[in-house]
């Protein structure tokens, strides 16, 4: 937590953590609040708009999301023959 400020056992992010936030292929991160540091919550959503809008969250990170288990059940349960007890999870 490189902000250094913990709530109920969570980091709560502040512009010190920006460089590893904007490095991540996730979409989201918890925890920020804006009373704490209103420049990480709108660097955030700038970074989050230009990722939706310029389509880099999607092609930068395809792979790692097709690999999600909850994607690939969410694929995998449309198709013919899908049996549930088959499926693996993966870690």
């Known amino acids: 937590c490189a902000s250094g400020r913990i709530r109920h056992g969570i980091c709560i992010n502040g512009v010190e953590d920006l460089s590893f936030l904007a490095a991540s292929p996730f979409v989201m991160a918890n925890k920020m609040m804006p009373d704490f540091d209103h420049a990480v919550t709108s660097c955030i959503s700038e970074l989050l708009f230009n ?8 092609d ?4 790692f999301y097709k690999n999600i288990n909850v994607v690939r059940y969410h694929h995998e349960r449309g198709a013919p023959g899908f049996d549930i007890n088959k499926f693996k999870c993966e870690l």
């Not at 990722?51 to 999607?58: E, L, P, S």
């Not at 930068?60 to 792979?63: D, F, G, I, N």
């Open 51 to 58: 990722r939706t809008r310029d389509g880099v969250a999607i």
């Open 60 to 63: 930068k990170h395809r792979q």
